[in-house]
C-alpha cells in the first residue's frame, strides 16, 4: 500500500522568508506526486507535479519541488514567501491514472506573518 | 467564477436520515470523483467515474452512492447517516485519458456535520 507522510502539520514564516515543507512517500512503484494547495475558502488547486525527468520541478507563483528517489522524498520550497501563501499546502502520490484515487498527505498549514 | 459547483456548502443531519451532496463541473471533463476529508485525516478517495461509469469504488460502505444523471453530475447519496460520516466531502473532475497531463480540478467541499 502507498503512504505519503507530511511530517510538520504547522509552519508559520514571516514574510520574505524562505520556506521549505517536507513530504516522504511510501510506494514500491513509479510514483507520479503532486502538490496541491489549499487557499482559504477555496477548493484545492495544483501547484506542480512531477512523473519523471528533471527531479527539479517548477510550479505556480515561485514555488518548486525536488524528487528524490533515494530519499523518498518530494519537498517543496520558495525562496521568499508572501503574506497571500498563506495556506494548507498537500503533497500527493498517484499510482498510474486519476481513477485509481489519489493518496494525499495530511497537509501542512503554512501562516505567514508580515 | 468556481467551475465545479458543490451544494450546499454546509449540511447538518441527524442520525440514522438521508442527504444527497450535488457536484455539477463545467470544465468539459469526462472524468469525475468523490474524496472525502474527516477531521485529522487525510483526504481519502472515495469513488472515481469516467463517462458516467463507475471506475472504482473505495468506499466500504453501501451507504454511499454516486448517481450521476449527466455527464457533468455526479452526485453523491448517503443513508442511514452516522456521526462518523461528518466530513468535507470533496468533488473533482479531471480530462480522463491524458495521461501524464492529467490534472485534477476540485470543488470547494460540501461539510457535512451529522448529530
Known amino acids: 500500500a502507498q503512504s505519503v507522510t507530511q511530517p510538520d502539520a504547522r509552519v508559520t514564516v514571516s514574510e520574505g522568508a524562505s520556506l521549505q515543507l517536507r513530504c516522504k512517500y511510501s510506494y514500491s512503484g513509479t510514483p507520479y506526486l503532486f502538490w496541491y494547495v489549499q487557499y482559504p475558502r477555496q477548493g484545492l488547486q495544483l501547484l506542480l507535479k512531477y512523473y519523471s525527468g528533471d527531479p527539479v520541478v517548477q510550479g505556480v507563483n515561485g514555488f518548486e519541488a525536488e524528487f528524490s528517489k533515494s530519499n523518498s522524498s518530494f519537498h517543496l520550497r520558495k525562496a521568499s514567501v508572501h503574506w497571500s501563501d498563506s495556506a494548507v499546502y498537500f503533497c500527493?502520490?498517484?499510482?498510474?491514472?486519476?481513477?485509481?484515487?489519489?493518496?494525499f498527505g495530511l497537509g501542512t498549514r503554512v501562516s505567514v506573518f508580515p | 467564477d468556481p467551475k465545479i459547483i458543490q451544494k450546499p456548502k454546509y449540511l447538518v443531519a441527524v442520525t440514522g436520515s438521508e442527504k444527497i451532496l450535488i457536484c455539477e463541473q463545467y470544465?468539459?471533463?469526462?472524468?469525475m470523483y468523490w474524496y472525502r476529508q474527516s477531521a485529522k485525516k487525510p483526504l481519502e478517495f472515495m469513488f472515481s467515474y469516467s463517462y458516467q461509469k463507475l471506475m472504482d469504488n473505495q468506499t466500504a460502505s453501501s451507504r454511499f452512492q454516486p448517481q450521476s444523471s449527466k455527464k457533468n453530475h455526479l452526485d453523491l447519496q448517503i443513508t442511514a447517516l452516522k456521526p462518523d460520516d461528518s466530513a468535507t466531502y470533496f468533488c473533482a473532475s479531471s480530462q480522463a485519458g491524458q495521461g501524464a497531463n492529467e490534472r485534477l480540478f476540485f470543488g470547494h467541499g460540501t461539510k457535512l456535520s451529522v448529530l
Open positions: 470544465l468539459g471533463h469526462n472524468a
Open positions: 500527493v502520490l498517484s499510482r498510474n491514472n486519476y481513477a485509481q484515487g489519489l493518496t
